[in-house]
């Protein structure tokens, strides 16, 4: 594609006339090359200044929103509205008066904007052309942990924002925390909804809270009135007639509120149990000790089992390792002796990748609680390198991941340090998408040089930032498939056409975490795709694993089993 066509592609993307398969054309061009979106940006920002001029604000909103959006996901309802912005334009052109004023401020414009500095550019760019939105959550509580527990109607997981709404616990136990800094256990059948960071109303069920002093105030409504903590803590058992009490520690004041009790209020003191009945208010109770295990206990519980895991993974990890076709597998993290060289644990094959490289990456939490066992991408330029050498008909990779957000456009899993034919990149959009992608060679008679992308349905929500995952995905030449998983489930199957099939992929140089193709560019100015989490294990395959295979990955090293 030369610089002209290149151009006038750009500008039927931004009018929304452009077709189908220039579209996908441009979408390359604009994912593997930085000058074509600088390109791009310049022409929008141009788009957007002259109908700051002539434009309607509808005109100034769509150009917004495509600065913003990514071009590949660009709708037919956002082309539409392209084609009516450059209708409306066209309608002040063909004005003879309009349209020399038009040039003249077009001119001055372009001089305003593509003469100052690159900083200043992009101050405009900013302040003028972006508008985002924060993300946003529902939610007052995380489940911080589970043991046996079964859900009614929805099925959980640790880690994850607590839905708000009536929750039905069948069985079990849980571990919430709220963001009051209160922790609480939940056990057996419990009917409750969090509807606050300081409150929870339980109508059937048995709790026991730990509050600390920021979180005093803290209450638990019931059926016969409230739990109000003095800074305590407390278990309670609630069923359809009453609540009984026990203090563990501090004070609890408890306020009927039905009957004749009503507006009764009892302050009890640690080591004291009391019944708040429907209808007789606050009477004894023969409760004398706490109903459940408080949070304390429950960790220690849940660190146990979790070392149990461990090392039942350990164990299962050297079995797996011998895995036909794996060729790469890091336990990402530094060494004992604070190195940054990360052992390749396969080395049974001449395809085998090197060992991993630490560049500028910090020091972790891994998914097991191990410190310096993961490692965390979230500093510019982080990144783990490494070399495949040899050509692999078809290809698996998998990662166990924690996210904090997807803050940029691409966030990198694994990148090869170009795009070039038959080399493979692997993202996380900021929209949620995972990206897979093998440049197809091109162009030829017979294609012209298109690079196919392989999206899930967005699988991001703001419950998995902080959680770890695992993900994996393979591309099978024979059944023409590329596979997306999601903790050992495939989650989106995507067909490889004819046309687009790669026989022969190369990786060569690769970062984990990152995209080292601008520092081999000898240009210092780079777009920033480095990962804004942690990851602690990463394999690769030369051939597609099967489902029963990442399954197994996932179910050895599922710390949360």
């Known amino acids: 594609m030369n610089p002209e066509e290149r151009l006038l592609l750009i500008d039927e993307l931004i009018e929304g006339s452009i077709r189908d398969a220039d579209h996908l054309r441009i979408e390359a061009e ?16 141009l788009e957007w200044l002259l109908q700051q001029e002539f434009g309607t604000s509808d005109c100034e909103r769509d150009c917004e929103d495509e600065t913003l959006s990514s071009v590949s996901t660009a709708s037919k309802a956002d082309q539409a509205a392209h084609r009516e912005q450059s209708a409306n334009r ?31 550019q992009q101050q405009v760019a900013s302040t003028q052309l972006l508008s985002t939105s924060s993300p946003s ?50 056990a057996g059948q419990s009917q409750f909804s969090v509807d606050s960071p300081m409150q929870v109303t339980i109508d059937s069920g048995i709790a026991r809270a730990e509050v600390p002093e920021p979180a005093r105030g803290f209450r638990i409504k019931t ?13 309670v058992a609630v069923d359809d007639s009453g609540a009984d009490v026990h203090v563990i520690e501090g004070e609890v004041e408890l306020h009927a509120d039905s009957g004749d009790s009503a507006g009764q209020t ?11 009945a429907a209808k007789t208010g606050v009477t004894s109770s023969e409760l004398v000790q706490p109903t459940t295990i408080g949070p304390e206990e429950f960790q220690r519980r849940r660190d146990g089992r979790k070392q149990e895991r461990l090392s039942r993974w350990l164990a299962a990890d050297h079995i797996l390792r011998q895995t036909p076709g794996l060729i790469g597998h890091y336990h990402l993290g530094f060494d004992s002796s604070g190195g940054k060289q990360i052992e390749n644990l396969v080395r049974h094959s001449s395809d085998a990748a090197s060992d991993g490289r630490i560049v500028a990456a910090n020091a972790s939490t891994d998914r097991w609680g191990r410190g310096d066992a993961a490692l965390d991408f979230g500093r510019v330029g982080s990144r783990v390198r490494i070399q495949v050498p040899g050509e692999h008909r078809g290809l698996t990779l998998m990662a166990w991941v924690k996210i904090h957000s997807l803050d940029r456009w691409y966030n990198s899993l ?81 067909e490889i056409k004819q046309e687009d099939i790669v026989d ?16 081999y560019r000898g240009d210092a100015e780079f777009v920033l795709r480095n990962l804004n989490g942690s990851m602690d294990q990463f394999s690769i395959a030369s051939r597609p694993l099967t489902e029963d295979e990442i399954l197994s990955f996932f179910e050895a090293g599922n710390p949360n089993e």
């Open 266 to 276: 009892v302050t009890i003191a640690a080591g004291t149990s009391r019944r708040l």
């Open 90 to 120: 066209s309608k002040a052109i063909s004005n003879p008066i309009v349209s020399l004023a038009m040039f003249a401020v077009a001119a001055s414009l372009i001089a305003a904007v593509f003469l100052l500095p690159r900083s200043s």
């Open 414 to 494: 694994f990148l090869t340090d170009g795009h070039e034919d038959g080399e493979p990149h692997w993202q996380w959009m900021n929209d949620g998408r995972i990206f897979f992608s093998i440049k197809v060679p091109g162009p030829t008679p017979s294609h012209d040089g298109i690079q196919p992308v392989y999206y899930t349905p967005p699988i991001w929500t703001p419950s998995l930032s902080g959680r770890w995952v695992m993900l994996a995905v393979t591309y099978d030449i024979e059944n023409q498939l590329v596979t997306h998983y999601l903790d050992g489930q495939a989650i989106d199957r995507d």
């Open 137 to 186: 959550a529902r939610g007052f509580a995380i489940l911080d942990g589970q043991e046996d527990a079964i859900w009614q109607g929805q099925s959980i997981a640790d880690g994850e924002l607590l839905p708000t709404g009536p929750l039905h616990l069948l069985s079990g136990k849980i571990h919430l925390e709220l963001f009051s800094g209160v922790r609480m256990v939940l």
């Open 504 to 519: 022969t992929i190369r990786i060569g140089s690769a970062s984990v975490g990152n995209w080292s193709q601008p520092l």
């Open 223 to 235: 059926g016969s009135g409230d739990i109000v903590d003095l800074g305590t803590e407390f278990s």
């Open 30 to 45: 604009l994912i593997v090359d930085a000058s074509v979106r600088r390109e791009y940006f310049r022409r929008v920002q």
